[in-house]
């Protein structure tokens, strides 16, 4: 299992249309509001890395409103 966490930088006054948005794609199991460098957070689940990749660059970074994203992988301790 692949987990990450996405931050993201929305276009300004379009943070909770894109919030909205990332939270209905598959594999996104949380998706915050939050204040500070980023505008969302959202934690994503796939099955494994490929899918993983393929998640943030394929169903979340072309969402409409998003101006940049930061992916950082969960690695286990």
Same mark, same amino acid.
């Given at each position: =299992? @692949?987990? $990450?966490?996405?931050?993201?930088?929305?276009?300004?006054? =379009? %943070?909770?249309?894109? $919030?909205?948005?990332?939270?209905?794609? &598959?594999? #996104?199991?949380?998706?915050?509001?939050?204040?500070?460098?980023? *505008?969302? #957070?959202?934690?994503?689940?796939?099955? %494994?890395? $490929?899918? =993983?990749? @393929?998640? @943030?660059? *394929? &169903?979340?970074?072309?969402? *409409?409103?998003?101006?940049?994203?930061?992916? =950082?992988?969960?690695?286990?301790?």
């Amino acid at each position: =299992m @692949a987990r $990450a966490i996405v931050m993201i930088t929305a276009e300004p006054g =379009m %943070d909770r249309g894109v $919030a909205s948005k990332v939270k209905k794609v &598959k594999g #996104v199991s949380n998706v915050y509001l939050v204040s500070g460098l980023y *505008d969302i #957070v959202a934690e994503v689940q796939t099955p %494994d890395d $490929a899918s =993983m990749v @393929a998640l @943030a660059y *394929d &169903k979340i970074r072309v969402i *409409d409103g998003i101006r940049e994203t930061h992916t =950082m992988f969960c690695l286990e301790v």
